[in-house]
């Protein structure tokens, strides 16, 4: 099946820091999907991105397909930013599940 | 709010017993899936219906079942209770192959 590796697997921030989290995944995909997992453990959607970039506030998100990697950038992050990011995907050929990586565990220090 | 409803929030029961999740999806979504995240196996996805059949399975134990009812809410059923399906279990809906959206899903601990 496919592979989904997230990275780093852990980052510290002070407030106001900006940050990078990367996905690569070893397929094609239909769907690829971020997702914020607060401490409460809520699976808050960020954004469905299978190409190209989005952004969403302080949040973007941009997927190259073909090279099969996914960026996940945060600017001026929050203490709220704290939680692990995951990524998940739905590879071409399979069905509807959604493969999720092991996410990042982020923490914002004020 | 994605709009998707799991209950209840918290489950804590003995070993060998059974229980049920329930999940009420997005009004409009015909998908539904159930996925498990404990600690040692991360997000793993368990079984999916569309419409009341079911379409996929993942790597759900044959101690579980579930079934989608006609009014498209669906229950995830866990018999024969062990200490490791101490989990989240969440629940999440989609038009079919879109944006799946996650419930709040519900913690299971078994003593």
């Known amino acids: 099946g496919i592979q989904v590796e997230q990275s780093p697997p852990d980052l510290i921030l002070q407030e106001g820091a900006n940050s990078t989290l990367r996905c690569n995944f070893s397929?094609?995909?239909?769907?690829l999907q971020w997702f914020h997992q607060n401490p409460w453990g809520q699976l808050i959607n960020l954004f469905y991105?299978?190409?190209g970039t989005k952004q969403n506030g302080r949040l973007s998100a941009t997927t190259v397909a073909t090279e099969r990697y996914s960026l996940l950038y945060i600017s001026s992050s929050q203490t709220t930013d704290s939680g692990v990011y995951f990524c998940?995907?739905?590879?071409?050929?399979?069905?509807?599940?959604?493969?999720f990586g092991k996410g990042t565990k982020l923490t914002v220090n004020p | 709010d994605s709009g998707v409803t799991q209950t209840p929030k918290h489950l804590i029961t003995a070993t060998g017993q059974r229980v049920t999740l329930r999940c009420s999806p997005r009004s409009g979504d015909l998908s539904v899936y159930w996925y498990q995240q404990s600690l040692d196996q991360g997000l793993q996805f368990l079984i999916q219906?569309?419409?009341?059949?079911?379409?996929a399975k993942g790597n759900i134990l044959e101690r579980f079942s579930a079934q989608q009812f006609p009014d498209l809410h669906s229950e995830l059923n866990l018999s024969s209770l062990e200490l490791g399906d101490s989990a989240l279990y969440f629940c999440a809906s989609s038009v079919s192959g879109d944006t799946q959206y996650f419930g709040p899903g519900t913690r299971l601990t078994v003593l």
């Open positions: 998940a995907v739905l590879y071409q050929g399979g069905s509807e599940k959604l493969v």
């Open positions: 219906y569309y419409n009341g059949e079911e379409r």
């Open positions: 397929d094609s995909v239909n769907n």
């Open positions: 991105i299978p190409s």
